[in-house]
Every structure is written in structure tokens, then in C-alpha cells.
């Protein structure tokens, strides 16, 4: 089984602006963040299973999602 940081892809635009990146790790773990219409999400998953959020302002979206799971599983927050 596979382990570490398998893959990193940035792509950008013609600019050169970063619209998105994507990493693959441990067996089968991803996370990507993208840049679309002015609005940036955060997907996390495993294989093909896994969930995507905005990330764009303070306070909703992926704050919410971390503060849920610090709270549910206290023992992995960090500051």
C-alpha cells in the first residue's frame, strides 16, 4: 500500500494565476482546492467518496466544517 504524498498538480490559467491544486496521499486520501467564478473550494476525500466546501469567506463553509470536527474529536485539534 502506497504512503506519503503520492502526487501534486497545480494548474493555472494563461496568466498565471493558480485556479487549482490537488494532492494525492497515503493509499488513497485527496484534497484539492479550486478557484472557479470568483469563489475558492475545498474538497477533501478518499478514492471517490469524499465531500467539497466553500471556502471563500469567514465564518461558513469550511470554518464551520472545522470547527464541527475539533469539537467531535477534540483530541486532534491544533492552534
Do not use: C, N, Q, W
Not at 503520492?6 to 490537488?22: L, Q
Request: charged share 30%; proline share 3%.
Amino acid at each position: 500500500m502506497e504512503k506519503g504524498i503520492r502526487s501534486v498538480e497545480i494548474i493555472k490559467d494563461e496568466s498565471g494565476k493558480t485556479k487549482s491544486v490537488s494532492v494525492i496521499f497515503g493509499p488513497h486520501y485527496f484534497i484539492e482546492i479550486r478557484e472557479k467564478e470568483g469563489r475558492t473550494t475545498f474538497i477533501l476525500g478518499a478514492t471517490h467518496h469524499g465531500f467539497e466546501v466553500d471556502a471563500s469567506d469567514v465564518g461558513v463553509g469550511l470554518e464551520e466544517m472545522i470547527y464541527s470536527i475539533r469539537e467531535k474529536y477534540p483530541e486532534t485539534a491544533i492552534d
